[in-house]
DNA sequence: TGTCAACTTGACATCGTGTCAAGTCAATTG
DNA sequence: CAATTGACTTGACACGATGTCAAGTTGACA
């Protein structure tokens, strides 16, 4: 029946996703385990593990409300509050996405299906970075050094997940820190240099 | 005997490097094939995988004169100077090891001998970081907001393998602009803003 | 001539993904 | 009530990659 079909279905999302926040390396089997069936049930679900991981990220948009709190950074009036609000919305959004966010990228070389997955993710959240350096150019606040795409090209680099693995947990700084200083680093790479040197 | 030994060790490593370069996935049984000998005959020369590609990234390092380039920024007298031509020697570096880094990177989560190899890889550049950002601190020269420890994260975050990856690969950066715009952002991050602003 | 080191061939174990076949069990439907 | 259908189970198996093991071959050197 396709009621339970769908309970199982979110159950086996769930436990993948359970699973996925602790780092260590995860199994089909491992999430059979974890939601309570056998491992050949997955398949009944799922045709592969790229397409389960994928789903899994889609499942974990809909219960953070994702697309809320990027959006909440889009009723911003002058660039330099745009880029706060969307390094503030992003950034805290990386430590929920990112146990998926990690094994996507660890499939990345092997499975196309993710690589592309991984790369339309990279692509919407580049979105939010041409919006934010829209609007700076817009308001005049862009760093006359940089063209609308290089500046969105550096800070998509800036708020790469691999750079928020690093500071956080290579680094060891609190979340906190990270997206109060990507936001002072953010600024001062983007906006126009105040004394007008460089 | 030891003398063919040597040169089919090297005659591994330098397939092996070849390989990696073309950013394809490389198996053993590829490697065996590029240097002429049977898969197993690699077993003869390294214990595993792991170890091919730390010896790979070792012959690396000996046969592009690595310590030479990066010393060469030890000579700078200012810490602007240093920082320059440390990200001018590290930067330029970074195409050159791509290949192998890629691959010890793809094995980190399955292997913790490649972990911690590029663990301490990781650990020798942030030491490159952290001369450039003491001297910096020495000439009065370090944005005041940050500590020596918090600027040497942002250098070593900026610098990192990944951010390389995604200007030069993803953004499409030629090398020379790579290198040219993060001397300009390291710059923008750590010396004092010029108006006294932020 | 005999030994030894470097290498070969071929078989095999292991692990994880993915497939296939046959069967259980409960709810639905004619 | 009987037949069907859908979700799931168990068990076996293929595949690709790493790594191991055993039994040769070959060439240099003593």
Known sequence: MSRKNEHTRTRILKAALALLESGTAVRMSDIARAAGISRQALYLHFPNRADLLIAATRYLDEISDTDTKLAASRSARRGTERLDAYIEAWGNHIPEVYGVARAL???????????????????????????????????????PRYGEDQATDLLWTLLSVRGWELLRLECGWSQEAYVAE????????????????D
Chains 1, 2 share one sequence.
Do not use: F, I, Q, Y
């Open 105 to 143: 990228l660890a499939m990345r070389d092997s499975d196309a299906e993710a690589a592309t997955a991984w790369t339309n993710r990279m692509a919407a959240m580049r979105e939010g970075c041409e919006a934010a350096v829209w609007m700076l150019a817009r308001d005049r606040d862009l760093n």
């Open 182 to 197: 990507m936001k002072v680093v953010a600024r001062a790479v983007l906006l126009p240099p105040p004394g007008g040197r």
